[in-house]
């Protein structure tokens, strides 16, 4: 049973674009809500994270929203660039010890 | 200060061998936890360790597979007798604290049992 689910599979997106990717889950224990970024041959690396008392995070190019009503949390990509090609993984803990991620999201951008 | 450091990166062995994997943790982290990856899924947790003691086995498969993590070394993960579908990336991930909600993942090892 996955615990998170994620969409889209497979993402392209020109070159100052934006990239968005969705995230829903089941089960509301959960209390942390992150987004890694992976590069081929390399571990994943956290990109930003929140936690359900707020709807929106922004690090610089990247913003998480959650809605907690619907159970879902998405990630924005603004001004995406080539150098933001990577698989991205939602992920969802409920007590920092054992996350539950989705199944990646392989995002290309195009120059 | 080095990162997550596992090894070997690439691991192939044929079928019905033992594959030993290793996970030396970030200086100053004594939880470790290893997920594994198959192939266009994301990760699944395994097991979660402390020095010395298991904490959470629930993602371990009931057979062939064990961690350890002792008191001097790296912690490390061994799956006997394997077979084809054990392929996969292994990664390693430790934090400083119990429920710091902070991990750092290595590199991975890539088994591949042919």
């Known amino acids: 049973q996955q615990q998170v689910k994620q969409s889209p599979q497979s993402l392209i997106v020109q070159k100052g674009g934006i990239s968005i990717i969705n995230c829903a889950y089941e089960?509301?224990?959960?209390?942390?809500f992150p987004w890694y970024q992976q590069f081929p041959g390399k571990g994943p690396a956290l990109l930003i994270a929140?936690?359900?008392?707020?709807s929106e995070k922004k690090e610089g190019r990247f913003t998480i929203s959650f809605n907690k009503s619907a159970k879902q949390f998405s990630l924005h990509i603004m001004d995406s660039q080539p150098g933001d090609s990577a698989t991205y993984f939602c992920?969802?803990?409920?007590?920092?010890?054992?996350?539950?991620f989705g199944t990646g999201t392989s995002l290309t951008v195009i120059p | 200060n080095a990162g997550v450091m596992q090894n070997p990166r690439h691991l192939v062995r044929r079928r019905g061998q033992e594959a030993r994997l290793r996970c030396s943790p970030m200086?100053?982290?004594?939880?470790v936890y290893w997920y594994r990856q198959l192939p266009e899924e994301g990760l699944k947790f395994m097991v979660y360790?402390?020095?010395?003691?298991?904490?959470?086995e629930s993602g371990m498969p009931k057979e062939r597979f064990s961690a350890e993590f002792p008191k001097e070394g790296p912690s490390i993960l061994r799956i006997q007798q394997v077979v084809r579908g054990d392929s996969a990336a292994y990664f390693c991930?430790?934090?400083?604290?119990?429920?710091?909600?902070?991990?750092?993942f290595g590199s991975g090892t890539r088994l591949t049992v042919v």
């Open positions: 991930a430790s934090s400083p604290l119990r429920d710091s909600y902070g991990y750092t």
């Open positions: 089960n509301t224990a959960f209390d942390y």
């Open positions: 929140i936690r359900p008392d707020v």
């Open positions: 992920a969802a803990s409920k007590n920092g010890n054992q996350f539950y």
């Open positions: 200086k100053g982290h004594s939880h």
């Open positions: 360790l402390q020095k010395e003691n298991i904490i959470d």
